[in-house]
């Protein structure tokens, strides 16, 4: 089957951290930008981050710049996404997905997509 699948996730107080995983199963990431998406119970999935085919590029939203960082590596065909100082709002479910040639920030050009992995940012 060829989709992305999601880890990582789990219940962290405010101020913790989390380390996401995101392992492409039955294609190769090379070719692709991926991008880490999130969606909370009753709202839009938003863009997340984005790294560029050989990492030279990385995107971050408002919200998240300078708390998460997003790499990759290709030959493990995996793509991660360290969450530093977490905060309730970042609560959601965090997804991963691909899409050639490059990021951009609507979602619905993105493929690949994985079931997701919790995030709970409670106290």
């Known amino acids: 089957q060829v989709q992305f699948v999601e880890s990582g996730g789990g219940l962290v107080q405010p101020g913790g951290s989390l380390r996401l995983s995101c392992a492409a199963s039955g294609f190769i990431i090379d070719y692709y930008a991926i991008g880490w998406f999130r969606q909370a119970p009753g709202q839009e999935r938003e863009g997340v981050s984005c790294?560029?085919?050989?990492?030279?590029?990385?995107i971050y939203a408002d919200s998240v710049s300078g708390r998460f960082t997003i790499s990759r590596d290709n030959f493990k065909n995996t793509v991660y996404l360290q969450m530093n100082n977490l905060n309730p709002e970042d609560t959601a479910v965090y997804y991963c997905?691909?899409?050639?040639?490059?990021?951009?920030?609507?979602?619905?050009?993105?493929?690949?997509w994985g079931q997701g992995t919790q995030v709970t940012v409670s106290s």
């Open positions: 997905a691909a899409r050639s040639p490059g990021c951009t920030s609507d979602y619905l050009q993105y493929g690949y």
């Open positions: 790294i560029s085919r050989r990492a030279a590029s990385t």
